[in-house]
């Protein structure tokens, strides 16, 4: 049997028969695709940035219905709603156990860490397509509730990744009740960072970019929008903090250094910033930049967007991965910076289960649902960054 995936061919994203996958090992599941996201992430290789093995299939945001288990399969069946964590992992090496399913031990010979349909994370081929191999599928695939394309597709959707991903995020950067934070990009993570920051109770919440169609969907949810055309957004922060005059009557002698930035910070762009003087080039750590000026002595930083350990688009030292930020200003503040990939398994359950009591719609991000037959030309779409395309969900409806 064959199917429709999109496929890297050629240095290009194309549109593919592919065979039906089948059941590898015991543990295997297949799952019939109902709908994948394309991803933020995706773009990296679309731009030739993150090498990548030729006739893969991309696409590492995926839910659907139980097609098929292996003998080894115990707590699934077929007819299952599920969806899969864009890590691929054992549960049952040590980091594993430990938590990090980003890290699993087992699943990727090159190194810890394996993924569906990315640069190198293992052999997996991903889910923009109509049918997806899930290895160790008990572990992995995570039991939904409902039917397929029902009112909880696309917050269900977002918890292969971008959900968990915002929420690690803002972990990371110890968001609290009470706590300023400030989030550098709107793009999907960057708006649910937004969700994941309300969730962990902060509500002065700063939102950084250039896009005015993206600030204006993080004001929708609940964040005060900094556009860079307005000048440092810096500056721009701190003058707001310092205009609230309810904040200002709190300081004792001293403390007036606290509205001089915020507690916590994301960055949800990484290593594609651009360039506070000229957002058509990029300057690969702005984000970190504008982190370590904003982020008060004893705070802490999020690193959620990608950096890569290799860019074949670059040139010289960010060619390797290897980028000058300002390590000074960090450590003198006594800041505390988290980064690394997701460990979406830590979260996946909490966040499932805060969606059906109606604590958070991270669908709501969603924008555009199409065919795979416009995939192709969606992704030239999501590319060039265009107003209104935030988030691109294919579904698959047969």
């Known amino acids: ?31 019939r695709v109902t709908s994948a996201a394309i991803c933020g992430s995706d773009l990296h290789m679309y731009e030739g940035r993150a090498p990548i093995e030729e006739g893969k299939t991309l696409g590492h945001e995926i839910i659907g219905i139980i097609d098929e288990v292996g003998p080894g399969v115990e707590q699934l069946k077929k007819g299952d709603r599920v969806v899969m964590p864009f890590n691929i992992a054992c549960g049952k090496c040590y980091n594993c156990v430990k938590g990090f399913s980003s890290a699993c031990l087992y699943l990727n010979n090159a190194h810890a860490g394996a993924a569906f349909g990315y640069a190198d994370q293992g052999p997996y081929d991903g889910g923009q397509t109509e049918y997806v191999r899930v290895p160790s599928a ?6 939904l509730p409902g039917e397929p394309h029902d009112e909880y597709e696309d917050d269900f959707l977002m918890l292969a990744d971008i959900f968990p991903t915002a929420f690690h995020a803002a972990k990371l950067a110890a968001v609290e009740p009470g706590k300023a934070v400030a989030i550098i990009g709107a793009g999907p993570v960057g708006l649910l960072s937004v969700i994941s920051a309300k969730v962990l109770g902060a509500h002065e919440i700063y939102v950084v970019d250039h896009q005015e169609t993206r600030l204006e969907k993080a004001r929708e949810l609940g964040a005060i929008p900094v556009n860079l055309a307005d000048g440092d957004p810096v500056e721009q922060i701190i003058k707001l903090r310092k205009s609230n005059d309810l904040l200002v009557d709190t300081q004792r002698p001293g403390e007036d250094k606290l509205l001089e930035g915020v507690q916590s910070g994301i960055d949800a762009v990484g290593y594609q910033s651009h360039d506070q003087n000229d957002v058509s080039k990029e300057d690969h750590v702005q984000a970190i930049k504008y982190l370590s000026k904003l982020v008060l002595p004893a705070g802490h930083i999020g690193l959620i967007g990608i950096y890569l350990p290799q860019d074949p688009g670059e040139k010289g030292a960010a060619a390797k991965g290897i980028y000058e930020y300002p390590l000074g200003e960090i450590w003198n503040k006594a800041i505390t910076v988290g980064g690394g990939q997701c460990p979406v398994r830590m979260y996946d359950h909490q966040l499932r289960d805060l969606v059906i009591a109606g604590g958070a719609r991270p669908g709501t991000i969603v924008t555009h649902h199409i065919p795979i037959e416009d995939a192709v030309d969606m992704y030239e779409h999501f590319d060039r960054r265009e107003p209104g395309v935030h988030k691109v969900v294919i579904t698959f409806k047969n």
Do not use: C, H
């Not at 995936?5 to 039906?20: W, Y």
């Not at 008990?138 to 039991?143: G, N, S």
């Open 138 to 143: 008990d572990y992995l695939a995570m039991k």
């Open 1 to 31: 049997m064959s199917m429709k995936a999109i496929v890297f061919r050629n240095n290009k994203v194309v549109l593919e028969e592919k065979d039906k996958p089948k059941i590898q090992k015991p543990t295997d599941a297949i799952v």
